[in-house]
């Protein structure tokens, strides 16, 4: 159980173009989901958090106007970089949280490769 | 300041036990202490959690100190596939959110 899809698993596109990635929980529902982004050998960093229904919160640094979180249901989040560009080439990485569950561990998608050329 | 402390790497013989530390001196009463691990390209993988107690699951045993201020992770017996970072965070509460530290590469030799 708890399993955590992420969409699409590698993307590609050009520079000023808009991404969304996807982040789904399978079999349970999540009322908090993170995003993190990683760049090659560092460590996760937390980009914000998303609770159902309500405006993300990003972490500091974070460009909210970029990344745009949308969590519009208890089973899916989307993290959106609107005009992409080189320096936004990265892994980034959602996990959720279960309903009611408040010190339950934190369950992860596999993650989207971003390359932004 | 990072919340948690541990050695940029370590490495094991496949077959034995692999014991990763974690210092996490500035933990509060109602946190509790996670460990999680990523492989190459994946995404991070819960392994265990505690608050004070011991505790063991399938994949690994979990030492707190008494002070809880330090953990260690046990993998009874290290295979090749256990090679990854490996992080520890404490957190807890309602809204608790996990942030990582540099963690632990172990790497498992044949």
């Known amino acids: 159980g708890a399993v955590v899809s992420q969409h699409p698993s590698r993307v590609i596109c050009k520079s000023g173009t808009s991404v969304k990635i996807e982040c789904r929980s399978l079999?349970?529902?999540?009322?908090?989901m993170f995003w993190y982004r990683q760049f090659p050998k560092k460590s996760l960093m937390l980009m914000a958090t998303?609770?159902?229904?309500?405006?993300?919160?990003?972490e500091q640094g974070v460009e909210k106007d970029k990344f745009l979180i949308n969590h519009a249901s208890l089973t899916l989040s989307t993290l959106t970089v609107t005009s992409a560009q080189p320096e936004d080439s990265s892994f980034y990485i959602c996990?959720?949280?279960?309903?009611?569950?408040?010190?339950?561990?934190?369950?992860f998608g596999n993650g989207t490769r971003l390359t932004v050329t | 300041d990072a919340k948690t402390t541990q050695p940029p790497s370590m490495d094991c013989a496949e077959g034995r036990a692999a014991n990763l530390p974690c210092n996490h001196s500035?933990?509060?009463?109602?946190?509790?202490v996670y460990w999680y691990r990523q492989i190459h390209s994946q995404g991070p993988q819960y392994i265990i959690h505690?608050?004070?107690n011991n505790e063991t699951n399938e994949m690994a045993s979990l030492i707190i100190t008494e002070d809880r201020k330090s953990s260690t992770l046990i993998l009874p017996h290290a295979t090749l596939r256990d090679t990854a970072v490996y992080y520890c965070?404490?957190?807890?509460?309602?809204?608790?959110?996990?942030?990582f530290g540099k963690g632990t590469l172990l790497t498992v030799n044949p």
């Open positions: 996990s959720a949280r279960g309903r009611g569950s408040t010190n339950s561990p934190l369950h």
């Open positions: 079999d349970f529902q999540a009322t908090t």
């Open positions: 998303s609770n159902e229904g309500s405006k993300a919160t990003y």
């Open positions: 500035t933990i509060s009463g109602n946190e509790y």
């Open positions: 505690g608050l004070k």
């Open positions: 965070d404490n957190s807890g509460g309602s809204n608790y959110k996990l942030t």
